[in-house]
Nanobody
Framework: QVQLVESGGGLVQAGGSLRLSCAAS????????MGWFRQAPGKEREFVGV????????YYADSVKGRFTIWRDNAKNTVYVQMNNLKTEDTAVYYC???????????????WGQGTQVTVSS
């Protein structure tokens, strides 16, 4: 069992930056690929990016590529996402999730955090 807690959300102006953190419980954090997803009002949850177990490989959705950076600190059981040049369309609840497998499909992630709100104003 893994429990995930996101933090760092808030209100920021367009063009600004935020860093989200996701702290995981348990001693097996390094055995999970960690993903970030987001859900905007009235829309389905969508994939943002993922990082592999060792932290040396990442993959991003086209909509955030070049603006968002995901990294992890396995010693601290924490995964991060740095979000730069934020746009109003980035407004959403952001979730981190853990996956023992290799899929990036939302349905294949085993554990989820409760989410943190990010609001980007124009």
């Amino acid at each position: 069992q893994v429990q995930l807690v996101e933090s760092g959300g808030g209100l920021v102006q367009a063009g600004g930056s935020l860093r989200l953190s996701c702290a995981a419980s348990g001693r097996t954090f390094s055995s999970y690929r960690m993903g970030w997803f987001r859900q905007a009002p009235g829309k389905e949850r969508e994939f943002v990016g993922v990082i592999n177990r060792s932290g040396d490989s990442t993959y991003y959705a086209d909509s955030v590529k070049g603006r968002f950076t995901i990294w992890r600190d396995n010693a601290k059981n924490t995964v991060y996402v740095q979000m730069n040049n934020l746009k109003t369309e980035d407004t959403a609840v952001y979730y981190c999730a853990a996956n023992r497998g290799l899929s990036n499909r939302e349905a294949d992630f085993d554990y989820w955090g409760q989410g943190t709100q990010v609001t980007v104003s124009s």
